[in-house]
T-cell receptor, first 113, second 114 residues
Framework: GDSVTQMEGPVTLSEEAFLTINCTYT??????LFWYVQYPGEGLQLLLK?????DKGSNKGFEATYRKETTSFHLEKGSVQVSDSAVYFC????????????FGQGTRLTINP | DTGVSQNPRHKITKRGQNVTFRCDPI?????LYWYRQTLGQGPEFLTY????????KSRLLSDRFSAERPKGSFSTLEIQRTEQGDSAMYLC????????????FGAGTRLSVL
């Protein structure tokens, strides 16, 4: 079945550092890809999405590009802030049927001032 | 738009008891999902409703679990004869057809089975 693999956490960076969180997927069809974020004490929120190959999703300085040839959707940010500390989840959904989300295990990010 | 609401936020129960959780989706959303999240893991799909019809159930959903969505509005998830392995965060999400499958999540109900 479909699956998502994220880089192991936790990740700790200093403020203004460059961030990459790796995500690769396995899917039988042509899924849509998502990054969700969970801030401390809050529910999951959509951060960005991409629906087809070579699409780039972006939001709040974060970017991820749908790479079909490498089945990847890595999350990047050029300069992180303390407020970016959260758990980040990569996910996919098929374009038909229930369109349920299949999540990776999550990566906890801590940014130190 | 008041967001997805889940109640209760926390539930502590003894093994063998029945529990019921409620989810109120965003009002115009016809799709509703239940997920389960254990510590350190990503959410796992449990079941999906389109309007009042339950169209897909995960193999994770044993016979002790049942979900309903009467009239296509709020949904309930009931767990009968709870076991310690049922301890988890239960998440509800909603979306609308044609909305790019952007699912909006509630804050979840944390279940602890003693």
């Amino acid at each position: 079945g479909d699956s998502v693999t994220q880089m192991e956490g936790p990740v700790t960076l200093s403020e203004e550092a460059f961030l990459t969180i790796n995500c690769t997927y396995t899917a039988t069809g042509y899924p849509s890809l998502f990054w969700y974020v969970q801030y401390p004490g809050e529910g999951l929120q959509l951060l960005l999405k991409a629906t087809k190959a070579d699409d780039k999703g972006s939001n709040k300085g974060f970017e991820a590009t749908y790479r079909k040839e490498t089945t990847s959707f890595h999350l990047e940010k050029g300069s992180v802030q303390v407020s970016d500390s959260a758990v980040y989840f990569c996910a996919l959904s098929e374009s038909q049927g229930a369109q349920k989300l299949v999540f990776g295990q999550g990566t906890r990010l801590t940014i130190n001032p | 738009d008041t967001g997805v609401s889940q109640n209760p936020r926390h539930k502590i129960t003894k093994r063998g008891q029945n529990v019921t959780f409620r989810c109120d989706p965003i009002s115009e959303h016809n799709r509703l999902y239940w997920y389960r999240q254990t510590l350190g893991q990503g959410p796992e799909f449990l079941t999906y409703f389109q309007n009042e019809a339950q169209l897909e159930k995960s193999r994770l959903l044993s016979d002790r679990f049942s979900a309903e969505r009467p009239k296509g509005s709020f949904s309930t998830l009931e767990i009968q004869r709870t076991e310690q392995g049922d301890s988890a965060m239960y998440l509800c999400a909603s979306s609308r057809t044609g909305g790019g499958n952007i699912q909006y999540f509630g804050a979840g109900t944390r279940l602890s089975v003693l």
